[in-house]
């Protein structure tokens, strides 16, 4: 399956940075890998402006699981697709972490995202103590079956695997460790979905850098990446698309 390299930029980037949006673009229009960048609300409209009809696809880093409504300060997949982002970043370990999310709540953003037309990348992962419980693989498993929607086509589906320990630690887990948790979560998917979960891109995502990038992708059943940090300077995000 072709590689799948998406930048979350999380709470950065201000106007001045559409700049590097522009230039991941032009690398992209001449990957192999399928890009895709995340930038904060603020800068969907132009970015996905800056990237209509090339290579670069733009997309959200969260959104509420209504429609619409009195939710001050939230914004909805209607919005996120309306501004012209096609895919949306669900449970990310820092919203579960700070805001309180859940695998029902995240379950409902993600029919919200299919109802709205947007991919969804469902985040999962472990945090240091679950892993050292020897629970990762557990976790892992009650957050794909806890977030599973059959609103959600097969096809629209992407997955990362981003272990807590590892986001923006610049540790990495051994490609061992990558394996096993990606293998576990095709069984998951293949378990609730069928034969047709093979084809959903599992990304890899915490401390990847141009420098582990290669070694990463190589590993059986990662078919991409997240990118946080090492997507924020299109020279960074780049070496990763040409690795990929
Ligand atoms: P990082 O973040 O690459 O900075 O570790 C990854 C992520 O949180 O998606």
Redesign the pocket.
Known sequence: MRATIIG?WKMNGLAADLEEIAAIRDAAASARASAAICPPATLIHRAAALCAGSALAIGGQDCHADASGAHTGDVSAAMLADAGATLVILG?SERRAHHGETDPLIRAKLVAAAHAGLRPILCVGETETERDAGDTLRVLAGQIEGAHAEEVATEALLVAY?PVW???TGRVPTRDQIAEAHGEIRARLTALRGAGAADIPLLY????KPENAAAILEVENVNGG?????SLRAADFNRILAAA
């Open positions: 979350n990310h981003e590892a986001i923006g995502g915490g401390s990847m997240l990118i946080g940090g090492a």
